[in-house]
């Protein structure tokens, strides 16, 4: 490989390029499967740059590295699901006991399970600080994750994981337990699929995707807080 080829895939502008490009790729594949949860853009496009990644012998954390601008706008992009929020600040106001009630309860039996399962399966200290925050949305996770010295990659791994599956588990359960109201289908969305599941709710109606926005942004507040909080606790009571 020549040098100008080899700075050319460790640039920005690669780097960037291959994310937009999967992105794309994977979008247009599942609006053409009618929706098809584990052709979501989210999981298949990061296959398909896993894949170049790997065919390529190029570096992840170089691909990262390149990618910090595309990384510094998803908190942005969180921060914007406020537009939605206010628009249904009347709806919110009148259920805020259940939604408080049902935010802890979701957040904490979403990260408490996890962590459960891990330890079970014998996940060793560091992964189970990974796994942690894998119900909060991907800025917000790598963050906590970050704090409370988890590894960043598994982290963001489980994120998405735990979107796509959501997404592929959500509909049917909805569907059993006959539940169609969108305030409820939109909030336990956001708490156990954070923004895959809130994208999906958008795609449902704009009030569902209100509340699954509503949802994502209070369980990434909360865990931020909690789930820190805990291991520091656990820490020094150990």
Request: hydrophobic residues 50%; proline residues 5%; aromatic residues 12%.
């Amino acid at each position: 490989m020549m040098p100008w080829q080899n700075d050319f895939l460790l640039s920005p502008l690669f780097a960037i390029t291959l994310t937009l490009g999967a992105y794309q790729l994977g979008s247009y594949l599942y609006q053409r499967s009618g929706h098809f949860p584990l052709l979501h853009p989210t999981l298949s496009g990061a296959i398909a740059v896993a894949a170049l990644l790997a065919s390529a012998d190029l570096d992840y954390l170089h691909y990262v590295q390149a990618n910090q601008l595309l990384v510094f706008f998803l908190g942005p992009a969180t921060v914007s699901l406020a537009i939605p929020l206010y628009q249904q600040y009347h709806l919110i106001r009148r259920m805020i006991k259940p939604i408080l009630v049902t935010l802890i309860a979701g957040a904490s039996f979403a990260s408490i399970s996890a962590l459960c399962i891990a330890y079970w399966l014998g996940g060793n200290t560091q992964t189970l600080l990974s796994l942690a925050s894998k119900s909060v949305t991907t800025p917000i996770a790598i963050g906590i994750t970050r704090e409370i010295h988890g590894l960043e990659a598994l982290a963001t791994g489980a994120v998405v994981m735990t979107g796509v599956i959501g997404l592929c588990i959500a509909p049917f359960l909805f569907r059993w337990l006959k539940v169609d109201d969108p305030k409820i289908w939109g909030f336990c969305m956001g708490i156990s699929a954070h923004g895959v599941g809130t994208a999906r709710a958008f795609e449902l109606n704009t009030t569902a995707g209100t509340f699954s926005s509503l949802a994502l942004c209070l369980t990434g507040t909360f865990s931020a807080i909690a789930i820190p909080f805990a291991v520091t606790l656990i820490r020094n009571f150990y």
